[in-house]
């Protein structure tokens, strides 16, 4: 079995707490602060994370005259994500600071229209996809050509996008769930422009997408 028996610790640990012992050891076990493995003949056995616990544990002890109540939580803390820092000035775990999602578009790309009207046959060669596919998602409303007939805005990405995930096994018909949701989130963007404060609308949108994307990556963990 792989890890230190309690001799091998105590060993480790001492040259930095003179007075720790076995005792003291197991103590902290009995209190459900560490629980090393044991063999089948009963004997402990240490992981290098045990280790490294017991000498957070005794650390906060001596340093910061923590009682066990409070290493326990902040143990738990630990254990789910959060972080206890050498110097803080409490002892509650703090959750991860919250940063922006590298995956989301810069605000101001959110306005960035593409003024180039662009035929069928060129929209299908920009996209690199066949133009059965163009008559697909035209058909179920991802694509909306002008009144002359030809495709502008977001119209190169849309049928890119599309290819890729025909490639990936999903048919242009299972599409349209996108442009509909896209459709409820702008009505959003909508009725906060309505409003007595009136954010830009850019602003609004790239919130509507921040959800979307948490939520479509939370289900994606969910299932790992």
Known sequence: MAGQRIGAVLAALQPDFPDLSISKIRFLESEGLVEPQRSGSGYRYYSGADVERLRFILTAQRDRFWPLKVIRDALDGMERGLTVAEDAPSALPQPPQLAADPDLP??????IRTTARLNRAELARAAEAPLALLDELTSYGLLRPDRD???VGESVRIVAAAAQLAALGIE???LRLFRTAAEREIGLVDYAASQAARPEPADVALACLALHTALVKDELARRG
């Open 106 to 111: 810069d605000p101001g790309s959110m306005t």
């Open 172 to 174: 242009a018909r299972h």
């Open 149 to 151: 007939g030809y495709f």
